[in-house]
């Protein structure tokens, strides 16, 4: 069973920075797929980042040059850093780790910026 936990939300004004943070534990993959999506008001979930097996990173357009995602496989952890963030980025932000044909959810961390 793996558990995914993110932190690093928070109210923040346009143009500022965070760094979203996601925890594995449990049954922990050699090279699984991981990735973060977030979800606005209102809106589907959709995909912001991800890194496959090959570790090869992918961005949605929308966070290009702005998003870097990376991943620490000693503490088991991902991140999302996140520059010059415009109101569109409000949303929850969930981490997913998918291997072995099933994927694993975080319960997500709430983002908000303001103008």
């Known amino acids: 069973q793996v558990q995914l936990v993110e932190s690093g939300g928070r109210l923040v004004q346009a143009g500022g920075s965070l760094r979203l943070s996601c925890v594995a534990s449990?049954?922990?993959?050699?090279?699984?797929?991981l990735a973060w999506y977030r979800q606005a008001p209102g809106k589907q979930r959709e995909l912001v980042a991800r890194r496959t097996p090959s570790r090869t990173t992918h961005y949605a357009d929308s966070v290009k040059g702005r998003f870097t995602m990376s991943v620490d496989t000693a503490r088991d952890t991902s991140y999302l850093q996140m520059n010059n963030l415009n109101v569109d980025d409000t949303g929850i932000y969930y981490c997913k780790l998918s291997a072995s044909d099933h994927d694993y959810w975080g319960r997500g961390t709430q983002v908000t910026v303001s103008p």
């Open positions: 449990g049954t922990i993959f050699v090279a699984p797929d």
